[in-house]
C-alpha cells in the first residue's frame, strides 16, 4: 500500500512560516493527486490545499494567498508552504494522496502537528 511520510511540523511563532513535505512510496498506481489536511482539537478535518498530477491547485479560502502547494511528480513528493502563520492555523496537518483504481483509494499519512504560538 502507498505510505505516506510528513515532515516539517513544529512550533512558530504568529506571522512565521512553515514548510511542510510528504513522500509518497510503494503505489502501483499513478497518484492523482496529494493534499493536506488539517485537524484542530474539537473541529472537523478540513482541506487545506491539493494539487494534481497536472499542476491544478484548489485552496481552501481562509488559506489562499498564504500558502502555497507544490509538488514533485518524480519523486511523489507535495509540499505546502505557508506563510503569514496565524494561531488558528494551529492543527495536526495530514497528507493525502488519490489514486484511481477501479474506485478512488485515499490514503493518509500520520500527520504532522503545526502550533503557532507565541
Known amino acids: 500500500q502507498v505510505q505516506l511520510v510528513e515532515s516539517g511540523g513544529g512550533l512558530v511563532q504568529p506571522g512565521g512560516s512553515l514548510r511542510l513535505s510528504c513522500a509518497a512510496s510503494g503505489s502501483r498506481y499513478s497518484i492523482a493527486s496529494m493534499g493536506w489536511y488539517r485537524q484542530a482539537p474539537g473541529k472537523q478535518r478540513e482541506l487545506v490545499a491539493a494539487i494534481t498530477s497536472r499542476g491544478i491547485t484548489d485552496y481552501a479560502d481562509y488559506v489562499k494567498g498564504r500558502f502555497s502547494i507544490s509538488r514533485d511528480n518524480a519523486s511523489n513528493t507535495v509540499f505546502l508552504q505557508m506563510n503569514t502563520l496565524k494561531p488558528e492555523d494551529t492543527a495536526v496537518y495530514y497528507c493525502?494522496?488519490?489514486?484511481?483504481?477501479?474506485?478512488?483509494?485515499?490514503?493518509w499519512g500520520q500527520g504532522t502537528q503545526v502550533t503557532v504560538s507565541s
Open positions: 493525502s494522496a488519490v489514486l484511481m483504481m477501479r474506485t478512488t483509494v485515499v490514503y
